[in-house]
């Protein structure tokens, strides 16, 4: 683990990773891509970028999602870049603070995908990286918009990912502070990895997942120094994704099932009758 000096505080983030690969008959393919996940309380600090170019190598990362990077126009990608990766950006407009930006090694397919109801007041980029999307979201102590309307915005963009790409797998990571993580599962009916406190004694970088991704969530210390005064960690995840196939399901199946089910509840019913009969013989 990567400690800092005691001038700043270690930071912790969140990382995972899926290799393909095969057994048997089940071929392992388009693995979902590792994730790191942190909040930096500004990258623009002096050798930060360095420092998250160092921990992306170190972590063997594929995708790196960074919080609150205090990013502005004036902060150039050839200023913020990490060599080896691309990175794509989301600042925040006319507002201090904020920012998230999500760095992706260059070999990786990437493109940016824009929500058709696309709303900068949230700090909310999404991202199509290797067969999954990936959302990167910050969400302040203290928003100019309410819990209401971010578990809104995040709802709908969900629906219209599963609309228009049912077969892709999601994922929603990010400093959430003090959103309720229960409102987001409920929300997006996604899953929840990160299990050990990230920040002090508290656990507000989550990772949300639609689906079974990564197996292996792990929070570890980061040389990224921080300004924040709690201890903060950052999360990376591991997984091996099994690829199956299956009967594509259609009209005439759903038709035949339900002409099926009372002839199944029928049965059963005759069963349970019959047994309870012979229980009771003398």
């Not at 921990?55 to 960074?66: G, I, T």
């Not at 993580?181 to 929300?187: C, G, Q």
């Not at 199946?253 to 009372?262: D, F, G, T, V, W």
Request: charge should be neutral; aromatic fraction near 10%.
């Amino acid at each position: 683990m990567y400690l800092s000096d005691t001038a700043h505080p270690a930071v912790r983030t969140v990382v995972a990773s899926d290799r393909p690969r095969i057994a048997g008959n089940v071929i392992h393919c388009n693995p979902a891509p590792s994730l790191y996940l942190l909040n930096a309380a500004a990258l623009y600090k002096p050798h930060a970028v360095d420092q998250l170019g160092a921990d992306l190598r170190s972590y063997d990362v594929d995708v790196a999602v960074s919080t609150e990077t205090h990013f502005k126009s004036k902060h150039t990608d050839s200023v913020v870049l990490v060599p080896g990766y691309t990175v794509l950006r989301r600042d925040r407009d006319r507002r201090r603070g904020g920012g998230v930006a999500l760095y992706v090694r260059s070999s990786l397919p990437l493109s940016a995908w824009t929500f058709s109801g696309d709303d900068r007041t949230f700090d909310l980029l999404w991202s199509y990286v290797n067969g999954a999307f990936i959302g990167s979201l910050y969400y302040p102590p203290r928003p100019a918009y309410t819990v209401e309307s971010l578990l809104n915005y995040i709802e709908q963009c969900v629906v219209e990912l599963n609309r228009d790409y049912p077969s892709s797998n999601t994922v929603l990571a990010g400093d959430f502070n003090l959103l309720p993580e229960s409102a987001v599962v409920e929300r997006t009916g996604f899953d929840q990895l990160v299990q050990q406190p990230t920040r002090g004694a508290n656990t507000l970088d989550l990772v949300f997942v639609s689906g079974p991704m990564y197996d292996d969530t792990r929070v570890v210390d980061s040389v990224v120094k921080s300004n924040q005064k709690a201890d903060q960690r950052v999360a990376t995840c591991n997984k091996r994704k099994e690829i199956k196939t299956y009967c594509k399901k259609s009209p005439n199946q759903h038709a035949s099932l339900l002409e099926h089910i009372p002839l199944l509840y029928s049965s059963i019913i005759t069963f349970i009758l019959n047994y309870n009969h012979l229980l009771f013989l003398p």
